[in-house]
């Protein structure tokens, strides 16, 4: 049991499923789906009879008593909910729009049954951008959501080509975060992972997730929406532990011109870091890394998060509790970044 | 200009080339080799006549007033030297065998010529294993080099595979380290990075080579071989940054029996990392993850690299000079880690 603290603790990386996902999983699994990731991700969680994917499963599904008692048990006082990884990302486009539509509605719901512990960011189909963009307005606008987020590649495409762009250019004008969350690696990394049981939240997890967000910033996804907030959980896939080599290597590949499709940015990718990103440490609770990010991206861009249910450990609270940081900077990191962030309250 | 300091300055990570790897590369590039990654960088560091890989190639070559002039310039007191990646490993068998001696000779006749200025470490043909162990053997008991370097996976080969175990064995019986450097990404990791220039040192060579170190450990490396000691260049690849949801994700992962390859090991990953692992600044002299390094590996796990010619910065050496850490640190960073390791002077 954790007491109560000065602070609100917010954890902003929180999963939740429905049954109409699961359903609709089932069906990717036995309809011979064959994206290796997922397969390997969702054939163990959805699947298996050990105790961790069991418990995992119950607890997904929950959005009320069980979760509730949880979060009091471990000192949560709200989460920023969201559809688990992977999200509607694996299914064919037409599933994959109704399933966004329901999962928002599903999770405002619960919202609204608990509204002083919940806050939810919005689930969006990327197999159709059009729809996207209005699906994100809609649970923004109708809903009440905080911001949208998206589960690393759709069906092995990465979201760096611009027939995505309309969803950042939505997120942008409505001024809300996106929040980049991993999912099973694209078959195209997968491979040698997967040979030595890496391909999950052990590694293989950080490696897409990185990587997908360095294709948004090489694409020049800032320059061309500058305002555009982007969240990453796991302290940044460790993007901020490797800003300096990211900016050397960088510019002197593109000023050799070693790449056509390697274009000169506005700024610095530390830059991006430092302004477009925040990151939280869902998984990461570690004290050294998140001290590394507030130096490097800055206090007001590290959150706190636990990864619930996946990584649902009392004790994780209590490291970051004692965090040897200012008062007013631990308030910051539990409560109020989140607060202005995802406009919470 | 940098000026002396109360420490030598022994730059660990320092790359030179042989005329004969650049002829056997050449015919790799011009006889159809179709490694991605191998065509990627040396399609482009050894025939783009853009200023930087020419100027590369310049120093890569040189092993005596050039290399001499810039360490004396950047305050370099003893470069250890090793033969620069992809080393021997794109090549068939016979040639990676010859290689490795005949570089190991130049290398050694170097280190003859400028006593104190330089050491060296030993190429090896992980192509023929039993070659490979009786070359080191070679290497550190008659020509005098410190250890050995292998750089990623050999022609789409990683090195956990015991096949390949008496290379370990024989660096753990000469008490000397490995050093595990980077190559060009595995041709089953690297698409999603070269569709967007990102195979390189940007980000690729840290994917690649952090998955080689982890798959070692998660072999079993370090239970079979307790005293062997592998140095990881590029503040390890980030796996000191990982090492938490590593110890965490790895342990739930092999109670739940997901993959019958991932078996339990005697100790968590870092505890490895803390004691069987040795990292190196080359490429980041960021004071932050240099600190986060210290911290979490132990101040004497951590030597300074410049990975000249690559990355020749007068002012990172200035960077690291300015280290808020005490001078018997300093001197332990700078210097007397590397004398230890190494068994240098």
Known sequence: M???APYK?????EAFATGEQ???????LDGGYDDP????LWGFYLRSEAERPKRVREMLLDLDDLRIRHMDESGIDVQLLSLTSSGVN???ADEARALSVSANDEVAA???????????LAAFAPQDPAHAAKEIERAVTKLGLKGAIFN?????EWLDDPKFWAIFEACEALDVPIYLHPTGPHRDLIGPMLERGLDGAVFGFGVDTGLHALRLIVAGLFDRFPKLKLVIGHMGEALPFWYYRLDYMHGVTVRAKRYPTLKPLKRKISDYLRENVYVTTSGMPAPEPIYLCQKVLGMDHVLYAMDYPYQFVADEVAMQDALEISDADKKAFFQTNA???FKLG
Chains 1, 2 share one sequence.
């Open 2 to 4: 954790i007491a109560k």
């Open 9 to 13: 603790r917010i954890a902003t990386e």
């Open 22 to 28: 699961f359903r609709l999983y089932g069906k990717l």
């Open 37 to 40: 990731g997922f397969l390997s």
């Open 90 to 92: 694996p299914l064919p």
């Open 110 to 120: 619960a919202v609204a049954r608990h509204p002083t512990r919940y806050a939810a």
């Open 152 to 156: 690393g590649h759709t069906r092995g």
């Open 339 to 341: 607060e202005r962030l």
